[in-house]
């Protein structure tokens, strides 16, 4: 199954649960993570955490809000020795005690990155609405991976996507240089970014709303998004039965996983977005282009002696 046939997948099924959910909030579905709103929540304390859960659960018109606790695990990752970077555990984790009552906790590491703050209270809100609508998966990775797409579909998904990107440090222990790496999700930031995409074309709103406070590795991602997404549209016209470019073979050409049309016979891939998008570069641009790399070199040159 390619993504996009996952993406129909989870929307037939959220979409059967809640019908179109929000249907009159036209531009306002997403909700809109500004500098100020990062602000806010990188304070970090339980107060501030709980004051923007409301925020968000207002938004998406949930009729009960999760409270956040204090996290009871450890309290100093960051410069603990012995700390196992490769068992991090869940970002947070979220308990149902009875309908409209859970509780949340958020591992301390995240509060260093008010970014990935944002996307686990959209998380564990939308884990929230989805338990009082019970709609859960029993397959445990299945239902993250729902969870994730279903905060994009309630109104979330610029929060999720901007928290998929990772953050990076070095730390300096017994005279030793340890780099860290660090990222949550269930998805891939292209599939997140994929999703964000797919959904605001459900809801007719144009590319430049759904670019608004994205985080520079996040807006990159979307445009290639919405690149895919036209190859992917224009790609389907060779599904089914058509005469393979290379093979000259008669063939049953259809989407893999990963989006690619092939011929099953040959394995050619057809890429009309990209073959569109290639820029033959003429003699005068080469001429140009070889002054300027020429140039270039000249004044790393001259500037040794300078």
């Not at 390619?2 to 059967?16: G, L, R, T």
């Not at 501030?48 to 009729?63: D, E, K, P, R, Y």
């Not at 605001?200 to 144009?206: E, K, Q, T």
């Amino acid at each position: 199954m390619n993504f996009y046939n996952w993406i129909d997948k989870q929307m037939v099924y959220i979409s059967s649960r809640l019908g179109v959910y929000r249907l009159n909030a036209g531009d306002k579905f997403h909700f809109e993570p500004t500098p100020g709103f990062y602000g806010f929540i990188c304070q970090g304390t339980t107060e501030a955490l709980n004051q923007a859960m409301v925020l968000l659960a207002n938004h998406i018109g949930s009729t009960s809000v999760p409270i956040i606790e204090e996290w009871s695990g450890s309290q100093n990752p960051l410069v603990a020795e012995n700390y196992n970077w490769d068992n991090t555990g869940p970002a947070g984790l979220i308990k149902h005690i009875g309908p409209g009552h859970s509780r949340i906790q958020i591992a301390i590491t995240n509060k260093h990155s008010p970014l990935i703050m944002g996307a686990i209270l959209a998380h564990e809100l939308t884990h929230h609405f989805l338990f009082e609508k019970s709609i859960i998966i029993q397959d445990t990775d299945e239902n993250e991976k729902m969870t994730d797409f279903a905060t994009a579909y309630l109104g979330l998904g610029k929060l999720t996507l901007n928290g998929y990107e990772s953050i990076s440090w070095t730390a300096f222990k017994n005279k030793k240089e340890y780099h860290f790496s660090y990222q949550v999700g269930y998805l891939s930031s292209d599939s997140m970014a994929q999703i964000l995409h797919k959904i605001s074309i459900f809801r007719g709103l144009s590319n430049e709303s759904i670019e608004k406070n994205l985080s520079p590795p996040s807006l990159i991602n979307l445009k290639k998004a919405i690149k895919k997404h036209a190859y992917y549209i224009e790609g389907k016209e060779r599904v089914g039965d058509k005469k393979c470019t290379v093979c000259k073979e008669i063939t049953c050409f259809e989407f893999d996983e990963d989006g690619s049309l092939r011929c099953p016979k040959c394995g050619w891939s057809w890429d009309a977005l990209q073959k569109r998008n290639q820029k033959k570069i003429t003699g005068q641009e080469r001429t140009e282009h070889t002054m300027i790399k020429h140039k270039t070199l000249w004044e790393i040159i001259l500037s040794k002696y300078r």
